[in-house]
């Protein structure tokens, strides 16, 4: 095997690797970072040493959880597509959006702490995020829902301008409103 390169990994520890992740924000978003690993691990109904196996420290699991929640907000982007109108999958994937930065924005610390060391947590998250709401409008675009005026670098900074202004749980519905009043901007037939 070429130096550097990994296995893939077998289902049963990819299955642990997910649950790892997903318990992770869980933790880190009720309880903080100062949360206890062995707190992570409990949470994700695996042992120890399965939990330092995948991620031999803080550091490293809170990378994989910030790449690992970009990644499925990303990948929900032609999930949605396929299964709503264009219109209501931008409205539904606006909703995961704030999801992903409260996630966020519970490690952002960490996330700092990390790039100061030299490594790049962010790594291609704004390009990806972009792509996927590129898809999301271009998919609106084509049914004639929304303006073509309006760039997806403009959604995101909208979306962006939103979630930090409403970030919590307690804004979640003041969060929510304000989506719509965005997205009723961008659809067409609406006053400008």
Partial sequence: MAEGAQRPLRADARRNREKILAAAVHVFTTEGLDAHMERVAKEAGVGSATLYRNFPTREALVEAVYR??????????????????PLEALRAWTRLFLDYVTAKYGMIDALRAIAATGSN???????MILAAI?????ACTAAGAIRTDIRPADVSAALEGIALTSAGAEHRPQAERLLDLALDGLTVGRPR
């Fill in 68 to 85: 690992n929640e970009v990644a499925h907000l990303c990948d929900a982007a032609p999930t949605l597509l396929a299964t709503k109108p």
């Fill in 121 to 127: 947590p962010y790594g291609h998250s704004r390009e």
């Fill in 134 to 138: 590129a898809s999301l409008m271009d």
